[in-house]
């Protein structure tokens, strides 16, 4: 099952490139150069305000000094992410694809540019789909001062959209790469480091869905997640009640590097997350083949915090698979979804109680944590097949620890290798925390 997803995988990434060679073959062509020499343009938003539909515009060597709007389907191919440059110092953004403006808006391609020292995200795509980011870097951006995780809904000061195309600010200022109802793009072959963020697909003007995040390096951005699935209150909304969120499903995560993100305040390798602010929707989702090393938040984190613990509708964070993937390092989870020291897995409904169900964890390989998989939920949780190789607790009912008041349902933890052949707490394999949880029969 896993070698036919990769081979899907790889499959999209080819039909992605043959998609991109269609294109270009098939359109006009413009170019910028700094010097705006060989009737080319010296800047990138000029030649994307002079391009026709579907048009290329090829980038040589240099650093413009800009923001690039986009509004029509087209290509902007750069020389290669160390030669072609966009430095947005002052600026909201380095490149804005924006169809909440231009409705209907999909098929841009952007390649072989690195995008810097924006005041907010450094690519921001709103409203559109079919688009391809790919072997870009994306580093240095969300430069604003001042910034602060509160929770708040607002709090991005001067950011434009703020309240109509992006909602939980504190949280989500700025960072490398932000998609915001999007749908069926793939983001492909990036370095993302230096940000306050890495990627966050969110889902504030429409729902986010079918997009690939494939062969990435996210490194070192160090407020928040590397990377990031999460639910948010539809655009225009600020205070309660909030209407149903939109969603982000059938989105996958597969073969990233992620590292060394959220060491400052605290963020995920991966995470999965609805914000509180409503009934939200992170369904679906796979997340398979990744990296996860030395994160602030854990390997991979599954957030909800509201549902009938509070007398409020129940998130969907339904269906979600997190399979074969390389977790160590990471540090522990708090607040409401606490864990008892360095985690790898985080499934946590908070103190809200909304049912996380139809979770699959398989085939992970998990090192150098102190709990591999925690769970707060009160649904099962399937857990097989994972190399549990933390040394201390294998899988844990948290429940008590973050002081939930609605507790954990059954957690089939069978088949699963627990550091020795003996099974779970026997001659130094990993334990159990709660009688529970099922583990017989074990991998030997």
């Known amino acids: 099952m896993k ?4 081979t899907l995988i790889s499959a999209m990434t080819l039909f992605a490139a043959m998609a991109i060679s269609v294109q270009l073959s098939a359109a006009g062509t413009l170019c910028v150069n700094p010097a705006g020499s060989h009737n080319c343009f010296s800047s990138i938003q000029t030649a994307v305000n002079h391009a026709s539909a579907n048009d290329l515009i090829k980038v040589d060597a240099g650093t413009y000094k800009e923001e690039v709007d986009i ?3 087209l290509a902007i191919i750069g020389a290669g992410a160390h030669a072609s440059i966009i430095d947005a110092t002052g600026l909201a953004h380095g490149i804005f694809v924006d169809g909440f ?3 209907g808006l999909k098929q841009v391609t952007i390649t072989g540019l690195t995008v810097e020292n924006a005041l907010f995200e450094g690519v921001l795509v709103v409203s559109a789909s079919d688009i391809t980011i790919q072997n870009n870097n994306i580093i240095n951006n969300d430069t604003t001062p001042g910034l602060t995780f509160t929770g708040a809904l607002t709090g991005c000061p001067g950011q434009p959209g703020d309240g109509i195309y992006e909602t939980d600010e504190t949280g989500d200022c700025g960072g490398a790469l932000h998609l915001v109802g999007t749908a069926n793009s793939i983001v492909s072959g990036n370095l993302v480091t230096g940000n306050a963020d890495g990627v966050l697909i969110s889902d504030e003007t429409a729902e986010s869905h079918d997009n690939l995040l494939i062969h990435n390096t996210i490194k070192n951005n160090p407020l928040e997640c590397g990377i990031v699935l999460a639910s948010h209150p539809p655009s225009g909304q600020t205070s309660p009640p909030f209407a149903p969120h939109h969603g982000v499903d059938h989105n996958t995560v597969a073969e990233n590097i992620s590292t060394g993100n959220g060491v400052q305040i605290g963020g995920a390798g991966a995470g999965m997350f609805s914000d509180g602010a409503g009934r939200g929707r992170v369904s679906d989702n796979v997340i398979i083949g990744n990296t996860l090393t030395g994160n602030g938040l854990g390997g991979v984190a599954l957030h909800t915090h509201v549902g009938p613990a509070f007398g409020l509708p129940a998130d969907d964070m339904s269906g979600n698979k997190i399979i074969g993937n390389t ?4 540090l522990a989870d708090t607040f409401d979804t606490a864990t ?4 790898g897995i985080n499934i946590n409904s908070g103190d809200g109680g909304s049912p996380v169900r139809g979770t699959v964890i398989s085939q992970n390989v998990i090192s150098n944590e102190d709990i591999d998989i925690a769970v707060n939920t009160p649904a099962e949780v399937d857990i097989h097949l994972n190399s549990l190789l933390g040394g ?3 899988v844990g009912d948290v429940c008590a620890l973050d002081g939930s008041s609605v507790c954990t349902g059954t957690l ?7 550091g020795c052949p003996a099974g779970p707490g026997q001659h130094g394999c990993t334990t159990i925390s709660a009688p529970r949880i099922l583990w017989t029969p074990w991998l030997q």
Do not use: K, Q
């Not at 070698?3 to 990769?6: D, H, T």
């Not at 008892?340 to 985690?343: D, K, L, Q, S």
């Open 3 to 6: 070698f036919r997803r990769l």
């Open 71 to 73: 509004g029509i389907p």
């Open 101 to 103: 403006d231009h409705p």
């Open 327 to 330: 977790i160590s390092g990471n």
């Open 340 to 343: 008892p020291g360095r985690v």
């Open 392 to 394: 201390g607790i294998g």
């Open 412 to 418: 089939d933890a069978t088949e699963n290798y627990w």
